[in-house]
């Protein structure tokens, strides 16, 4: 069992919060039972180390189950070594250590989704991890981060998206300029989310939403540039019928794919 939180293997683990030690490492951190249930389920040959109290451990005997079935051993360690493993204030007994597997934008493209996510320039890390839980649970086929995007891999952006990251490809640094005309050469109709567009009503009584879409959303703080709206081949808003003075990003991404989810499946 590790019990010195201070031992250059903890300190070690510990260092992947930071995006430098991240990207020198090509390494993230994943905490809690339910993510780690899903990256043994999903990618178990991604999961490196996998570190649990035995308190965690008598709670999630699935877990234990998971990691003896994927052939990994789980190394014990003390409620102070966890906490100083862990990203999150109150860790839930689990950390791993697994190896990144961001997808070629290409490849995104070569398996002609029918629906996909792209996210310019999104900075916040649980905006953005939600949208890629979103997109999970709308059947989307794969989520693209273009610009200077949030690193996939921070840890509050894997928090957010509670495992999708395993279920859904992502690609990320992306250029959008490109990644939109692949888009369009793969048969998408590009649709983007901004409130200068037309009410997202319109776009469903149109039939366009039916259509093989990629979805653009832009940063929270500034939306899309103007050239950025240019390169769409719609410009769609999702109404406010209450008093709310606006809506989170994550939030009408999950409507706008969602609705496309609909229309596709109805049709």
């Known amino acids: 069992m590790l019990e010195n939180p201070r031992s250059p293997r903890v300190r070690s683990v510990a260092k992947l919060a930071s995006k430098s030690s991240r990207a020198e490492s090509g390494l993230f951190l ?32 699935e877990v234990a189950a998971a990691a003896s079935e994927a052939d990994l051993d789980i190394e014990y360690v003390t409620e102070e070594v966890l906490d100083a493993m862990a990203d999150t204030v109150t860790p839930q007994g689990f950390v791993a250590v697994c190896r990144q597997f961001p997808t070629a934008v290409k490849d995104v493209f070569a398996a002609s989704p029918k629906l996909i996510a792209i996210l310019e320039e999104v900075r916040d890390p649980g905006n953005a991890g939600t949208i890629v839980r979103a997109a999970d649970a709308a059947g989307a086929d794969a989520v693209v981060f273009t610009g200077r995007a949030v690193d996939l891999y921070n840890p509050k952006v894997v928090r957010s998206s509670t ?94 794919l969602y609705e496309s989810a609909f229309a596709q499946r109805s049709a």
């Open 30 to 61: 994943l905490e809690g039972p339910q993510a780690v249930s899903e990256a043994l389920a999903f990618r178990p040959e991604l999961v490196m180390e996998l570190f649990a109290t035995p308190t965690a451990l008598e709670r999630h005997p």
């Open 163 to 256: 495992g999708s990251i395993f279920h859904v490809p992502v690609a990320v640094g992306a250029d959008l300029a490109d990644v939109l005309v692949r888009a369009r050469a793969a048969g998408l109709t590009v649709l983007a989310a901004d409130v200068k567009g037309d009410d997202l009503l319109a776009a469903r009584t149109d039939g366009v939403l039916a259509k093989p879409t990629a979805w653009l959303f832009g940063n929270e703080a500034r939306g899309l540039l103007d050239e950025q709206l240019e390169l769409a081949d719609r410009v769609v808003t999702v109404p406010i019928y209450g008093h709310a003075e606006s809506m989170n990003l994550a939030t009408a991404a999950s409507v706008c």
